[in-house]
């Protein structure tokens, strides 16, 4: 069984920048599609970024517009998001997800889920 772990969700102003982080642990596998998901009040989860098992594709959610970065470290058993020119409307809950396929983005595919990181961004 897979843990996850977020880390670094904080107050910011608008226009800055924050990094936000998910270790993974237990899993017997070296290295899975990790993704990001972000919940708003009074909003459904939505898909934020994707990166697959071998960090060689990511994908993106419509809104992020070139302004988030996903990564993954294996060796760490870590995954990033970068979050750049933030806006208060990325204020949110960000959970991390990771998947045994080889890529994910849709929220059935992935099997492990963390706890939440609140971000906020203030005006």
């Known amino acids: 069984q897979v843990q996850l772990m977020e880390s670094g969700g904080a107050l910011v102003q608008a226009g800055g920048s924050l990094r936000i982080s998910c270790v993974a642990s237990?899993?017997?596998?070296?290295?899975?599609?990790m993704g990001w998901f972000r919940q708003a009040p009074g909003k459904e989860r939505e898909f934020v970024a994707a990166?697959?098992?071998?960090?060689?594709?990511?994908y993106y959610g419509k809104f992020v517009k070139g302004r988030f970065t996903i990564s993954a470290d294996t060796a760490k058993s870590t995954a990033y998001l970068q979050m750049n020119s933030l806006k208060p409307e990325d204020t949110a809950v960000y959970y991390c997800a990771a998947s045994e396929h080889s890529i994910a983005t849709k929220e059935p595919q992935f099997h492990y889920w963390g706890q939440g990181t609140q971000v906020t961004v203030s005006s």
């Open positions: 237990g899993g017997t596998r070296t290295s899975y599609a």
């Open positions: 990166i697959s098992w071998s960090g060689g594709t990511t």
